[in-house]
């Protein structure tokens, strides 16, 4: 008889980079990916406390940084910061950017006391800027009346 493994967890194999699959046969679901198996114990040394924030992310392992990236680059993108890879920016959207600058107030005030001082420096300072940077669009003349619009 053949000896049976003992099976300890998985192990995911990012494939990211690589040629994707053959497309699926018509009317047919595509066969998944087969996983690979990873010790149980490197799943539970990701997921230990006090290691998600400030270290170094591995692929897959989001950190509380990449939420806060996340949110960051949303309103930049919501206040025309940002240009697309044609060169051109997109439309001001301040709804959006003053969506993106409160939920990263939430998250500010709701983590309080929890982070490390890198992640509450780089939480601090980049709502400090987007909010300036959201004053400045609100307060800003309406495009096409301004200085050189008033002369007769």
Known sequence: MPE???DKGFKVIDRRG???PPSPPPGGNPPSPPLEEKPASAAAESNAP???GSSPSALGVPRFLDLVQSLQMGAMVGLGMLQGPDGKRPPVDLPAAKDAIDLLGILQEKTKGNLTKEEEEILREGLYHLRMGYMAMINAPPAGRGKE???R
């Open 4 to 6: 049976e493994k003992e």
């Open 18 to 20: 690589q040629e994707p």
């Open 50 to 52: 006090g290691g998600a």
């Open 149 to 151: 619009g008033d002369q």
